[in-house]
């Protein structure tokens, strides 16, 4: 089976470069694939409407690179795990994990039998993965739990437990919401960040991965050091909108300037 970068990196501590795709644009995904990132997660809850069909085409497109290719499926249903595992993806965040029942579901959709209840078709997937997908899946195939409620925080230790589950990828502005707070990316508040800090600590221990959607690259790197190796460091919707707007205040800098 084609090798997983992101996995050796995790094994190895070594800093993991994450993007995301908040679009289904083919040319942008491979301007995104060709950038540099260690993996692309293309975001089917959150991203510009992205369908299976689109998120799909946006996989085959990525893999014009060696990047690893992840959906954000839309809700932890599996029907969206089994159309993106099947059509190449290598792994998948799947939202709101709450509890123990949640992580059986997210966790049982991405592994064969007897491990879970993926049902065998990979259409794509044995093109893109080789033919001995079905021999090495159950082990390769990335399943990320976000925790982003209260609840979920609360069961960290049960959703750890479900086999299957390799880490946590905190949706800080979900679990905001769910701490009566404002949704943000870093938000100043000492029971929310000791909630992050709960989730990092529960990876620790059971030895899976902890991410976070962080705001940039400075936050990022605290993260990093904090024992996060899953940190987005930005979305294609949030690059062109602070180019251009970046641009318009050069533009406006200079002009003022004379
Ligand atoms: C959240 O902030 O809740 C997210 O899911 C970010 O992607
Ligand atoms: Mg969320």
Redesign the pocket.
Known sequence: MRSNKLRALWREGKPATIGWLGTADGFIAEVMAHAGFDAIVV?M??GMAIGPDRAATVLQVLSTTDVVPLV?VPWNEPIPIQYVLDAGAYGVVV?MVNNREDAVKAAGACRYAPMGYRSNGPNRARFYFGDDYFEHANKEIICLA?I?TVEGVENLDAIAQVPGIDGFH??????AISMGLP?A?DVKDTKWEESVQKVVAAAKKYGLVAGI?VSGPEAAVRRFKQGFNFNPLGSDIRIVQAGAQKLIEDWKKGLAAG
């Open positions: 975001d809850q959150h954000r939202p976000m982003e905190i949706g800080p502005t979900d679990l949704p990316f959607q």
